[in-house]
T-cell receptor, first 114, second 109 residues
């Protein structure tokens, strides 16, 4: 089944550690996104990419970086994790062009920074 | 002002009843509108797009009011399985989606 997968699904780490979250998709979509979700704040866009090596900042990109080396993969890095980066992280994909609207989400990564 | 605003609730609804809620958006140039459903600790999934003329999908009806900049969702004959958070989503001019915080619906037996 065409799918969006995220690894790891859960991660506990310590302040100052470098963390990478991976997203893979078999949908063949050009566009990929990283969001974080916090209680009471809803989903907020961190970074997005419309094609391989295309990187765009979202509304809360500080403290994060991303890499898009292949169409199917979009990774999110926290260079030096801090406790307020504790959140649920979602990757999403969408088709490019005129049908870019619907986004398909991965199952999420629950990250805890101690 | 937030780009998309929703009253988080919760909306406690007796099984079989009708529930409706709105969300407002701030950007009058917004192009597309959606409702997503999110179950507890799960990923959001598209419930339905919202068209200018209004649209219906089974027990769900969505409406758009551009003049007042709000969209609405109505659920008829509520089922226990409708318990979830409903996210209002607006596509802005830069081709990005803005998400509301969600309306939490709890259907009570």
């Amino acid at each position: 089944d065409a799918d969006v997968t995220q690894t790891p699904r859960n991660r506990i780490t310590k302040t100052g550690k470098r963390i990478m979250l991976e997203c893979s998709q078999t949908k063949g979509h050009d566009r990929m996104y990283w969001y974080r979700q916090d209680p009471g704040l809803g989903l907020r866009l961190i970074y997005y990419s419309f094609d391989v090596k295309d990187i765009n900042k979202g509304e809360i990109s500080d403290g994060y970086s991303v890499s898009r080396q292949a169409q199917a993969k979009f990774s999110l890095s926290l260079e030096s994790a801090i406790p307020n980066q504790t959140a649920l992280y979602f990757c999403a994909t969408s088709v490019g062009g005129g049908r870019a609207d619907e986004q398909f989400f991965g199952p999420g990564t629950r990250l805890t920074v101690l | 002002r937030k780009e998309v605003e929703q009253d988080p609730g919760p909306f406690n609804v007796p099984e079989g009843a009708t529930v409706a809620f709105n969300c407002t958006y701030s950007n009058s140039a917004s192009q597309s509108f959606f409702w997503y459903r999110q179950d507890c600790r799960k990923e959001p999934k598209l419930l339905m797009s919202v068209y200018s003329s209004g649209n219906e999908d089974g027990r769900f009806t969505a409406q758009l009011n551009r003049a007042s900049q709000y969209i609405s969702l109505l659920i008829r004959d509520s089922k226990l399985s409708d318990s979830a958070t409903y996210l209002c989503v607006v596509k802005s001019g830069n081709n990005r989606l803005a998400f509301g915080k969600g309306n939490q619906v709890v259907v009570i037996p």
